[in-house]
């Protein structure tokens, strides 16, 4: 896998592009705090940011049918132009909650393909039986930069401020654009009779994309229907409904327990605790998947003692644990993905995994922040702690989600996925 120039360039753009993503975000949720001193407002702004997981399904189709490598560069140079209009505006004394809502939608957009990209690029790259290694080193790359920078973009912006940070964050994104540059993509390195093409391979236009949307589109729903797939994104659906209104709300919850600092601890937490799982989730390969569902009941009591507990030092710790289980089960189920769905499908199989059950990210965000007006910042936050707790009791009260097998053995029939599309 380390052998392959094209994987090597990837995952370094990876690195690098999720620095960027993790400081802007940072930074903008906590200018948007700061400029208006409302949740509503950092929820309303943060929703926009997680709009990818609800409109990925529009990608999928023209992940699996244009050119990655265009794609990856063009939404780098665009983010990084982008990110540089605001110290700008900074500058000369225009910068207000207006500007953040303008400039958002314009990075949501750039970074739309991302999501869907890496499930469809991979098998391109890596043989079938290194896919664990390769999702667990993306996953450890973009979870580890997601906790250094995050911990680093706290403290960056209480330091020098929010916009100082935005000059910086440009020049992740053109480092990364050099990365993706020069990547060169073949067809998918499985070559079993599952992952075999169903038609020879053409040039597509715009216009071939158009005309073949809706019939990708069926192809996703129609390979996901009548599966165990449909329960499973019910449980992360609601989970990720609860994690839009946990960051919807952190920047208020970090700013009572200390300030920018600590808002940036927390969000530093929450990666170091999907790291750790992201590490540890290919050793867990072994274990019955229902069984790894279920210790997301302790990632929930993790959560309401981080809430509860009066020690911010506790409380970064107890919340990053509470992400561990979320980072085990992330490596396992984009193996899972890969191996149980034919690889041409698997842009569009994954968009629309991905936006049925991460559209509730942008809305928990939306609702999070209105709640935390009304309830208080602390009591939103305990509340949140029941998105996993959920997931835990719901496989416990399905015995055929109890007695998934492991990832390590799992075949199409195991989750009742046909091998063939008509």
């Given amino acids: 896998m380390w052998r392959n120039a ?3 360039r990837f995952f370094a753009g990876q690195f690098v592009t999720n620095a960027g993503d993790s400081l802007y975000t940072v930074a903008m949720l906590w200018l948007a705090f700061e400029l208006s001193g409302s949740t509503l407002v950092t929820g309303a702004l943060n929703a926009i940011l997680l709009l990818p ?6 990608a999928g189709p023209i992940v699996d049918r244009l050119r990655l490598e265009r794609v990856l560069v063009g939404s780098q140079i665009i983010q990084g132009i982008v990110v540089l209009i605001l110290p700008l505006v900074a500058a000369l004394n225009y910068l207000h909650v207006g500007v953040l809502f303008a400039v ?6 750039a970074s739309l ?10 098998p391109r790259i890596v043989d079938d039986e290194r896919l664990p290694g390769a999702n667990a080193a993306l996953s450890t790359v973009t979870l ?9 973009g706290g403290g ?21 654009a050099l990365l993706f540059a020069g990547i060169r993509l073949g067809v998918a390195t499985q070559t079993d009779e599952r992952t075999k093409p169903r038609a020879e391979t053409v040039v597509p236009t715009v216009r071939s994309v158009l005309r073949s949307y809706v019939s990708d589109l069926r192809d996703g729903v129609r390979m996901l229907r009548g599966t165990v797939f449909v329960e499973l994104i019910l449980t992360t659906a609601v989970a990720n409904f609860t994690t839009g209104v946990t960051l919807a709300i952190l920047p208020a919850f970090g700013d009572g327990l200390g300030g920018p600092a600590v808002y940036g601890l927390l969000l530093g937490a929450l990666g170091i605790g999907r790291l750790v799982g992201s590490l540890v989730g290919p050793w867990f390969e072994g274990v019955p998947y229902g069984r790894v569902l279920l210790v997301h009941g302790l990632a929930a009591c993790c959560w309401l003692a981080a809430v509860l507990v009066s020690s911010p030092a506790l409380t970064v710790v107890l919340f990053g644990l509470a992400w561990v289980p979320v980072g085990i089960s992330g490596v396992l189920s984009s193996t899972l993905n890969q191996r149980v769905f034919p690889a041409d499908l698997l842009g569009r199989i994954s968009a629309t995994k991905g936006t049925a059950s991460g559209a509730t990210l942008p809305l928990g965000s939306l609702i999070g922040g209105a709640i935390a007006e009304m309830l208080g910042t602390t009591t939103t936050m305990a509340l949140a702690a029941s998105g996993f707790g959920f ?15 492991a990832i390590g ?3 199409p029939d195991d989750f009742d996925v046909e091998a063939e599309v008509e």
């Fill in 104 to 109: 958002a939608p314009i990075l949501m957009l």
């Fill in 53 to 58: 997981w609800l409109l990925q399904v529009f």
């Fill in 156 to 176: 960056f912006v209480a330091l020098f401020g929010a916009t100082t940070l935005f000059l910086a964050d440009s020049a992740t994104f053109a480092g990364a």
């Fill in 409 to 411: 053995t799992a075949t």
């Fill in 144 to 152: 580890g930069l997601d906790m250094v920078f995050d911990a680093l």
């Fill in 6 to 8: 094209d994987f090597r």
């Fill in 113 to 122: 393909l991302m999501a869907p990209m890496e499930t469809a690029l991979l």
């Fill in 391 to 405: 997931t835990a009791v719901y496989v416990l009260f399905r015995p055929r989600l109890r007695r998934l097998p």
